[in-house]
């Protein structure tokens, strides 16, 4: 029987679980200020989610330049799919159960700044689910996109996360 806490929802489970139960001790120990440790855990997922996001399309060029089959594009396979698993994909589900617990927390879904902010995140977790997909036909030496798609690719999270820091910063709106 297939361990279910080996698939990806299973680690997601994992992750989430972790995440509501450091959540609920920080409350019980800082009471109010739970608040700015939430925020700083936020803030740190979303570096770990942001590195992997910017490092994969990087990988996904070099492996564009590789031969299917050869031992250089199997290193990239092995790579991609760690820096998938390991990285990105939990440290997206944290920046998201942190990032709605502080909304709800302070009201901020009547901000227009949040609406904004929410509208680049989601976009933000699409292009996620696209890299995933390229990480698994890569995987199959499926891929059909040239090292230039990747490269263009490279710059849109890049540019999301710019939106998004001056959106919860500033808050312009
Ligand atoms: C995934 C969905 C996300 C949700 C629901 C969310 C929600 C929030 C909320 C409610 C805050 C608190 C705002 C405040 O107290 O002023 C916050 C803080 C922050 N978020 Fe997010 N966020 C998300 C994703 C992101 C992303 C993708 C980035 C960056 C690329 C980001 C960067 C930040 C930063 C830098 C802060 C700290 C702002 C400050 O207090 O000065 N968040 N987030």
Redesign the pocket.
């Known amino acids: 029987m297939p361990n279910v806490l080996n698939t990806p929802a299973g680690r997601a489970a994992i992750a989430l679980a972790l995440t509501a139960a450091g959540a609920g001790l920080l409350m019980l120990v800082f009471g109010i200020d739970a608040y700015n440790w939430i925020?700083a855990i936020?803030?740190i997922a979303?570096i770990a989610?942001?590195a992997a996001m910017l490092y994969l399309p990087r990988l996904f060029i070099y492996h564009c330049d590789s031969e299917p089959g050869s031992r250089q594009s199997e290193t990239f396979k092995v790579m991609e799919a760690r820096l998938t698993r390991i990285i990105m994909n939990p440290s997206m589900v944290i920046?998201?159960v942190l990032?709605?617990w502080?909304?709800f927390q302070?009201d901020?879904f009547v901000a227009p700044w949040?609406h904004a902010?929410?509208t680049a995140?989601l976009i933000?977790?699409g292009v996620h689910g696209y890299f995933v997909g390229a990480v698994r036909k890569f995987a199959e030496d499926r891929n059909d996109k040239s090292a230039r798609h990747w490269r263009i690719m490279n710059e849109v999270p890049t540019l999301?996360?710019i939106a998004?820091?001056i959106l919860?910063?500033v808050k312009p709106f």
């Open positions: 925020k936020h803030v979303i989610w942001m920046a998201w990032g709605l502080l909304a302070a901020w949040f902010k929410l995140a933000m977790s999301l996360m998004i820091v919860v910063i």
